[in-house]
């Protein structure tokens, strides 16, 4: 196998013509530089130098090797230089992808920190519900997935890198002229004959289970994905739901009214990075950042 540093001291003997002022140039002894010489040689399986007297010259297979040298040593100084700017956070690229009311809440003021502190690194940001976020993570498609769930099912994220972030307590949604607007805390069996807004398949199935273990089952008239959706039927004193904290942080809840709904529910935010990744520096320090804004 060829080396760098043997293609260097090869550049060298061919520039200045000797072993003598080679060294001079590299800053070593005569003695190193032809026994890198020799090395480069057995790599090769052929000469390169042809010494007669105090003359040198170089083969054909010399001549060949020099003329790709400088062109493989000039991209190896371009590639020392990039990975010198990744990994002091000069450059670099992070894939991020969020749910959506993490996408509104944490990733903009962790995303902010960051371009202050490192306005090298680039970051793009795609949305996607677990478990398909985690899903485009093994796969190679983004380098930290921001994702939740209910619980700790065990196994789900062993083979990653798991960064909590944070514990976001399901809140009570009812209109404001609900019977229940103003009380301080609701048991969620008092709601048992409303009719519900479930939002994303996750918190959908779990809200099935916590009504379950208090009853009842509950009745489901819409269904979706986007919760100023949810706020928006609840406003319109369509029904009533449970949503996470930060789903409603994230919009205004016009003509809604949050309530306390015991018992506590609540899911686990975390950061998801593979074992390889959480350790480019790029990486390591978003993540750092989005523990930052979750404590805030």
Request: proline letters at 6%; aromatic letters at 4%; hydrophobic letters at 45%.
């Amino acid at each position: 196998m060829i080396e760098a540093r043997h293609l260097r001291v090869l550049r060298a003997v061919a520039t200045t013509g000797s072993f003598s002022a080679a060294a001079r140039e590299l800053g070593c002894t005569q003695p190193a530089v032809s026994q890198q010489m020799k090395a480069l040689e057995g790599s090769a399986g052929t000469p390169l130098l042809i010494r007669t007297g105090r003359e040198m010259r170089l083969t054909q297979a010399g001549e060949a090797l020099v003329r790709h040298a400088s062109g493989i040593l000039a991209g190896l100084t371009a590639a020392e230089e990039e990975i010198a700017a990744i990994a002091g956070l000069r450059a670099g690229r992070v894939r991020l992808v969020s749910f959506p009311s993490g996408s509104s809440t944490l990733v903009p003021g962790a995303l902010a920190a960051l371009r202050a502190a490192h306005p090298g690194t680039q970051v793009s940001l795609v949305e996607a519900e677990p478990p398909r976020s985690v899903e485009m993570l093994r796969d190679g498609d983004c380098d930290i997935a921001l994702a939740f769930r209910y619980g700790t099912a065990g196994g789900e994220w062993d083979d990653l890198v798991v960064r909590p972030l944070l514990r976001d307590r399901l809140i009570g949604l009812v209109p404001e002229g609900h019977r229940l607007a103003d009380a301080d805390a609701v048991g969620i069996g008092e709601l048992a004959d409303e009719s519900w807004i479930a939002g994303c398949p996750r918190c959908r199935r779990q809200l099935v289970e916590v009504c379950e273990e208090s009853g009842f089952t509950p009745r489901i008239d819409f269904a979706t994905d986007d919760y100023p959706a949810v706020i928006g039927l609840v406003g319109a004193g369509l029904g009533v739901a449970v949503l996470p904290r930060l789903a409603i942080e994230s919009v205004r809840p016009k003509g809604a009214r949050t309530v306390t709904v015991e018992p506590a529910v609540e899911r686990e935010i975390v950061a998801l990075t593979l074992p390889d990744l959480s350790r480019v520096p790029a990486v390591a320090a978003t993540l750092d950042q989005l523990s930052l804004a979750a404590a805030r």
